[in-house]
């Protein structure tokens, strides 16, 4: 009965994927300019950094992090800004796109848990998001050749699987926040910004300001990119691989957690009062 009802769920998730596939190709200019955008915004934050330091290298990096090729170590750290939008953006307006459809109230009627949605819209969002970071990689690689140990791919892999469990849990909150406020993309810029902002993207976590870098542990992200970065340039972290990868699992229970409670809170809440149709 409980492999019954997995594949029943799974099969419903596939097919949320599907459907989003069949909307984005149906759009073939947006969709193919969609995957040479993030190129263009990673762009100014390489040349801005080669324009300061006077080089690719880095003294100042090397003697923070044990490694001072700033073009891969912004380049890595950029990627996980697309991860972040991911969820943010494609899982948090999941719902409200099925709004702008003329849809939700179909879906939230069929017998399957609304979570199935916004999970169905998250394996499309990091598909997408996947097949766009290989594109950026083999652009910017073309370009600057980026240096990184190749050996370094699969832990590297194993540890973005792990930090996007906790960016489903963010997402599922905006989708449920969504519900309620309808223009959610307020609060989804908020935390992009802020998350965006005390996550070691493109700088080291040590010129944060000592309050930020306690908030900053506090984020799967941090840890997510941190460990990425010591695996594939040889990034120092201050603390072992264990200890950042228990860290990183225990804020990904945490927010998945925290994110599918919110989300069930909500739904339950829409339904109760009526205000799911609202627009």
Same mark, same amino acid.
């Given at each position: ?148 140990? /190749?050996?370094? $791919? @699969? %832990?590297?892999?194993?540890? !973005? ?5 906790? +960016?489903? =849990?963010?997402? *599922? ?41 306690? /908030?900053?542990? $506090? @984020? %799967?992200?941090?840890?997510? !990119? ?5 695996? +594939?340039? =040889?990034?120092? *972290? ?42």
């Amino acid at each position: 009965m409980m492999m019954e009802r997995l594949r029943y769920y799974l099969s419903a998730i596939w097919a949320e994927n599907l459907k989003e596939w069949k909307i984005e190709l149906s759009y073939k200019v947006d969709f193919i300019r969609g995957f040479f955008e993030p190129f263009v915004f990673v762009l100014p934050y390489l040349l801005y950094g080669l324009a300061l330091v006077g080089g690719r290298h880095s003294s100042s990096l090397l003697k923070l992090t044990g490694t001072g090729d700033i073009i891969t170590f912004v380049v890595i750290g950029y990627i996980f800004m697309g991860f972040l939008n991911t969820a943010l953006w494609g899982m948090g307006f999941a719902l409200r796109k099925e709004q702008y459809y003329g849809t939700l109230e179909s879906i939230f009627v069929s017998p399957l848990p609304r979570w199935i949605y916004v999970g169905g819209m998250a394996l499309h969002s990091t598909m997408h998001q996947g097949l766009i970071i290989v594109i950026q990689m083999i652009l910017i690689h073309s370009i600057f050749r980026l240096i990184f140990d /190749i050996g370094g $791919l @699969l %832990p590297s892999l194993i540890v !973005i699987a792990i930090m996007l469990v906790a +960016l489903y =849990g963010l997402g *599922m909150m905006i989708a449920a926040l969504a519900l309620i406020y309808k223009q959610g993309w307020v609060i989804s810029e908020a935390l992009y910004s802020l998350i965006s902002i005390i996550t070691p993207i493109a700088y080291p976590i040590s010129v944060l300001p000592l309050f930020l870098q306690k /908030i900053s542990k $506090l @984020l %799967p992200t941090t840890y997510g !990119i941190l460990t990425v970065r010591h695996f +594939l340039i =040889g990034e120092e *972290m201050g603390f072992s691989v264990g200890t950042s990868l228990a860290r990183l699992f225990v804020l990904s229970m945490v927010w998945i957690t925290f994110g599918l409670f919110i989300f069930s809170v909500v739904d339950r809440k829409t339904r109760m009062e009526g205000t799911l149709a609202h627009y």
